[in-house]
């Protein structure tokens, strides 16, 4: 019998765990294959851990594997499919807005078409205010413009994929991990089934504006090098602009004399040049510092404890 790997990043899921289980198990029982549960406990300060133990005691479906502290969505993504096991894998939000019973569907598209990954949209971002839409919306036209891997903005992680995509992903060992931005890197037969995605079942969204702008930065970084050129353009315009100025002081100069004068349009001049510089120095840094935290080859997560630890002390 075919098996799925399931992994479900948790962090302070203490609320949403037992829905997601019981939703989760539910699913089990009307497909025809094995399942292995992944949970990652990505440091949750919660009860989250303890939830996870019971699980594993009463399932042996179950496994968890526990951070040290919090290192984040990709991390946990990634040492999920590091350990899973499955002939398919499949990533799913602990809070059900990742729908189990969508698995149930996909599977049958994959198996049925033949496919190697099958993912879900959301036609609505309902859940989403105003602000964090319009921001979307225009951070998916920027990253569209500066990639040329595919991403788009109501794709979510919840995929179901084949061994050979998992392997495929894994054999990208980058420490800056942006998902979205390395799932479709890979390529493969890929199909997007549509959906309207539930409002979270209980607790809080993990992502406040300022972290998902430095997750933003963090894919057009990873998967782009076109900001260093777009600056290098920018640059050689203005050297451009510089010249024509020149030219018409010059010629300005030699039909009307010299007055003093114009010192607040050199003032804004001054300023805004300096902003520009900085503004592009900064673009570098961004680089600098990815290429500086890849060359230091840290671990991207730290594992406490497993559900195999439970077995020895028990
Ligand atoms: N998550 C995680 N580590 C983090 C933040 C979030 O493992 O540092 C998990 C979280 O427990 C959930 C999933 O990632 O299962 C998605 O997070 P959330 O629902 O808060 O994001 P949203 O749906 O609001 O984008
Ligand atoms: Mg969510």
Redesign the pocket.
């Known amino acids: 019998m075919k098996k799925i790997g399931v992994i479900?990043?948790?962090?302070?899921?203490e609320e949403s765990l037992p829905y997601f289980y019981k939703e989760m198990q539910k699913v089990m029982e009307q497909m025809d294959v094995e399942f292995e549960l992944l949970f990652?406990n990505?440091g949750s300060k919660d009860k989250t851990l303890d939830i996870l133990k019971d699980f594993a005691k009463k399932d042996e479906r179950v496994r968890f594997l526990s951070f040290s502290r919090?290192f984040?969505?990709e991390a946990?993504i990634y040492a999920g499919l590091q350990h899973v096991n499955g002939d398919y894998v499949t990533l799913m939000?602990?809070?059900l807005?990742d729908p189990p019973e969508k698995l149930i569907l996909m599977y049958q598209v994959l198996i049925k078409e033949n496919l190697d990954i099958v993912g879900l949209k959301t036609n609505n971002h309902k859940n989403y205010g105003f602000v964090r839409k319009f921001f979307t919306a225009c951070y998916y036209k920027i990253l569209g413009t500066f990639t040329t891997v595919p991403m788009a903005p109501n794709e979510r992680d919840y995929r179901l994929m084949t061994r050979q995509v998992v392997d495929a992903i894994l054999s990208l060992e980058e420490y800056n991990r942006y998902s979205k931005g390395l799932f479709n890197f890979v390529g493969f037969d890929t199909k997007w089934l549509t959906y309207d995605a539930p409002e979270?079942v209980a607790g809080k969204?993990?992502?406040s504006f300022w972290k998902l702008f430095t997750y933003g930065i963090d894919g057009i970084v990873g998967f782009s090098t076109k900001p260093l050129v777009l600056s290098a353009m920018i640059g050689i315009l203005f050297c451009f602009i510089a010249f024509l100025m020149i030219f018409v002081i010059i010629l300005k100069t030699l039909i009307w004399g010299d007055p003093v004068g114009g010192w607040p349009s050199l003032a804004c001049i001054i300023i805004f040049c300096s902003g520009v510089q900085l503004f592009f120095l900064g673009i570098i840094g961004e680089y600098l510092s990815k290429v500086y935290l890849e060359t230091k080859k840290r671990p991207v997560y730290i594992i406490k404890e497993t559900e195999k630890d439970m077995k020895k002390k028990r």
């Open positions: 479900v990043p948790c962090y302070n899921e990652v990505d919090n984040g969505k946990a939000d602990a809070d807005q979270r969204t993990k992502w």
